[in-house]
């Protein structure tokens, strides 16, 4: 009979420059407890990836062990860049299975199903289960990956996860898994716990004017808006600068904080404008379908609104813990909410995120999408801030 | 329920129509379909099933379907679905008939689903009867290679289906008045099905026994202008659809009343007919008929029909979605807001003035002496006062400007953008003018005066029930002083004005 209530998690960041030596420091000390089950290793690209993975293993041989790049790591203390941040996850009651899919451009349901069979070789006598998931942000219609798993697993099991980051450079993205640095690649692990596991996702944006019909759309991507080229409709409608019209660089800094909402039964979903720019075709495009006939609108936030939404989204999810404290958070930002909150602002925001795990650890990164399926089918998101509790 | 929400429908439906229409064949249409209706609904579970087999689901584990279950729900015979992971959910499904006949299938943990949406799912299953049934025209028309041309003509039939449609849906998430997409439906219905006469009718009341007439293509304009109505049992096909809640088909109509025979000169052979319904109930029809004896129709007729008639059923549905919507947030006497709309818009204002750097003056507004005109003259010439004193309110306002009614004679009037109290003044001088002019009510000229009380926002006031109290206090010190007169606040009508704690 397992023994209830002696989880834990713990977290440690390294300063140091040298990925093997922070890597390797980072592992001793997250090692809060006894029995590990699972390391969660976050790097930034400043690092080598291969000097990561040998650090870590350097000082935990044996433990499943699954990470990737961001484009800014969280950890207590307040986000960082340039570090390495390590999560252990262990004690009784709590077992992990890992799945790992390469090659998934192209095959994403695919992998999404391959990736799912972790949840089905989980063990089937500990009631609480979540399959977290770490992507290579450089791969298109990730949504399709989590239909795959879906196909799998069902409304049984809770995703949570996010795609690795790289400073927007769209050249470095990468996952761990396996013990190897995979690019084009998925990692999935499901946590399967005797206590309550809870996942929680929102957002800090409004919708701004009048709804736009998507009327022509497809491959990812919005052609025409109300029957007008999309980028010029978009960028229109809120108002913006002349440059943004014509240089991509100022479209992107200005689609950042911009959003375009699509409608849902439950409120708009915020997708991301500023990483697939489109000058010459005046399209915009998010990576994830947006189908002919959507209603989308334009979507605004601020600071405030967004560390709402940081509020939010953590008093939810400690809510679905069913009155059990938490042994930790982990948490999946993105990196378009840097733009918008500022230095400053994601200082705050781990502010916020430290209040709420109350005093326990909590680690995460920025992201290129965050994963998080509560309710319903869906469940990639752009600009949100999604967390995962642990009890 | 807000806009949103109506909005939603049309969308939910266009998305589907978009996403199903690009398979290629029947597997992944049903597949897709399945999905997309799960997104829509933002259900867990869902699947089409047809005969005794589920052919395609989305939302239960690998080996886990409950493939009886599903089966009962789509035979009535459960009303709710065990989802693995999730719990017991409620459903909902719509099913379609003809040659190949299925059930769309949803369930959702929350919340029950409500009659928008099983409006919508019904809506979804005939999109996807209509796709299935071209897919297999489709197929059967690969096979047979050397009929080239009735290839292209299915394919160019889809095609113009598939445009109308478009336009429909967007007509109807565009909120266009209800008219016009009535008469898009019957239009395109004409168009594709090629019959000389179309007709909607419409049923007068829920239980009623008489249809009326509200669009048209091809009948006697003369008499149709008329808008007339008929017994259910005399209008043919479009009386037996209503009366069956089915497609109906009819050759011959040598025993019609005489009004068919006027609409359509005479000249009527055959007709079919397909219920449509609002909120679910049946309420009317939408009816093709023909001038040529040997009209057949196909099983392909039928599903075409019956998808305009679903898109009519949608069209009233949301309209009747936006008239209980303006029902909730209107006075039903007056149609000015209702008091909870004005404190919704009162408080937009508020937040938009500080920042736009304007300001807002509100008026509160009482009618003196109106209940000596109820009393004396009874309710109904009290309830025209109120109608006429609402209709001068209105005329002296901009379209950015509020009136209210609070209840009784109460009236409230939000002015956006002003620049100063003067401005206020202004308006409220002009509203106590036009009210005071005689109002024709109960046979008599009646003089009636109103005070009305002032306030005007300052910076940095964003509570709404700060103005409300400024101009309530107002509008009192004005009867006091005397009735028919204006006053604007100031901090000292508070010294002398009882507190309400």
Redesign the interface.
Known sequence: MIEPGRRWMGVARSTDGASRAAAAQAARAALTGVGPKLLIVWFAISHDPTEVLAGVRDAVPDVPLIGCSTHGEIAPGGPSDGTVVVTAIGGPGIEVTTAVAEAVSGRQREAGAEIAQCA?RARADLPHRVLLMLTDGRIRDQEAIL?GI????????PLIGGAAGDGWQMEHTLVIGDDRVLVDAVVGVTIASVSPVAVAVGHGWRKTGD?M?VTGAGNGRVYTLDDRPAMDVYLDRLGAPREAYVDRDAFRDFALSRPLGV????GAEARNMATEIDIEGRSIGCGTAI?????AWAMTGDVDSILAATDAVCENVLAGLGGREPVGLLAFSCSALRAVLGDEGITWENERIAKWARNTPFSGFYTYGEIARV????GFHNQTLAVLAIS | MTT?DG??QG?QL??L???ISSYPDEESAVHGAV?RA????????AAVVMGTSVVAS?????G?LPEDDLVAVTTLRRDRLT????GECPVTTASWGGTHPGSLVLAR??AAFTVQEQSLVRGMARLLELTLTMLRTLERSERQAAENAELLKSLRQRQRLVEHL?DI??AI??RRPLAQILDMITGAAQDLLGDEVVGLWLRESPEGDDAKLVAHVGLRTGVARRRPTIPLAEAGAAGQAMLTDDVVVLHGYTETSTLIAELTDGRLRASMAAPVHDSGAVSGSLMVGSHQQTRGYSASDVQTLRAFAEHVSLALTDANTVDRMYQAFHDSLTGLASRGLFLEKLAKRLGAAEHDGKRVALLFLDLDRFKAVNDSLGHAAGDDLLTITAGRLKAQLRATDVAARFGGDEFAVLLYGVATTADAVRVAERILRTLGEPMPVAGRHLRVSASIGIALSTPGMPDPADLMRRADVAMYQAKRNGRGRLEVFTDEMLLSFPTSD
């Open positions: 089905l239909r879906y196909g799998v697993v069902g409304a049984s099991v709804p019909i409608q849902r039964r439950s189908d002919h006939g959507g209603l309710r319903g089918i869906d | 949103e909005w939603l969308q266009l998305e129509l978009a996403v999905e799960a997104q829509a609904l933002e259900a867990e579970v989305v939302g239960f584990p690998a886990q989802v693995p992971g999730v943990w929350d478009f849906q967007r998430s565009r």
